[in-house]
């Protein structure tokens, strides 16, 4: 019975996690890109809610699961794995949730009172039996055997199985310093997509110009070509209707031919045609 319910409580605590990290990416997916316009979302006060739970999470996780992974004990608080599911069920179910001091305050009073006391009461009874034949029997899989070679044993192989309190703050820094770095370049990213969809712009709306310039310079062309024919027209009757100068708009002047008088008698064109 011991053991099953040890395990129930390792399995319960592993699952809160996941169920807390599907809620925070359909939670993020739903949210805006920009932090300024994350502020006044809808889901904003949800954001912040599953945030605090996550750091409460890394706080039980760097208490207990040192110790759980090392066989040592199990994840104790299951009154904690409870009310991170109601927290987590509320905002799932409400669309205006309370503020996160409100809705987390529970969560936080039992959480903190339960590492303090491991803190304080567990966790040196179970450095205790770091040395023991019995824990090494444990860690090894074989037969407990007495001796300081045993507990060396056990020692070296918590020392390198187990990380310390500072290796995972470390990492824990670490992986915040990546998340801001990708918040910058996801930030730089949108804007270089800002300014191209700006150039875009900028382009059609010069396609657009040019497009409307070639149509006016079609249009002056095409008025362009019908002054020259009506000035060709004007030319043509000035010169079919007859004297030696013809008007042209403008007050120019064009010479005309004079036009052959016709023979007035028979015989006057008689002599012109012998004359040819």
Not at 122 to 147: E, Y
Not at 150 to 160: D, E, G, Q, V, Y
Request: with cysteine; aromatic share 4%; hydrophobic share 35%.
């Amino acid at each position: 019975m011991d053991m099953i319910c040890q395990r129930m409580l390792n399995q319960g605590f592993l699952k809160v996690e996941r169920y807390h990290s599907l809620c925070q990416k359909q939670v993020k997916a739903q949210l805006p890109r920009r932090e300024s316009e994350r502020r006044n979302h809808s889901l904003a006060r949800h954001a912040d809610i599953l945030a605090a739970v996550e750091t409460r999470l890394s706080l039980l996780n760097m208490t207990f699961m040192k110790y759980v992974d090392s066989n040592l004990c199990c994840f104790i608080p299951g009154k904690v794995i409870d009310e991170i599911y109601r927290v987590l069920r509320y905002v799932n179910s409400t669309r205006a949730p309370q503020r996160a001091h409100e809705v987390l305050q529970e969560l936080r009073d039992i959480s903190s009172m339960a590492m303090e006391y491991f803190d304080e009461k567990i966790v040196p009874i179970l450095k205790k039996k770091l040395p023991g034949a019995d824990l090494s029997g444990r860690l090894i899989g074989s037969t407990p055997v007495a001796g300081p070679s045993t507990s060396l044993t056990t020692m070296s192989l918590l020392a390198k199985n187990t990380p310390s309190r500072s290796e995972m703050t470390k990492v824990q820094q670490q992986v915040k310093v990546n998340g801001a770095a990708m918040t910058a370049l996801r930030r730089e990213i949108s804007e270089v997509r800002a300014k191209q969809l700006e150039q875009q712009k900028q382009l059609q709306d010069q396609e657009q110009k040019l497009l409307e310039q070639t149509q006016v310079i079609g249009e002056q062309n095409a008025r362009l070509a019908e002054l020259e024919h009506k000035l060709r027209e004007l030319m043509e009757s000035a010169v079919g209707g007859g004297g030696g100068r013809a008007a042209v708009p403008g007050g120019a002047e064009i010479p005309c031919k004079r036009a052959r008088k016709a023979p007035d008698s028979p015989r006057q064109s008689k002599r012109l045609r012998s004359k040819k």
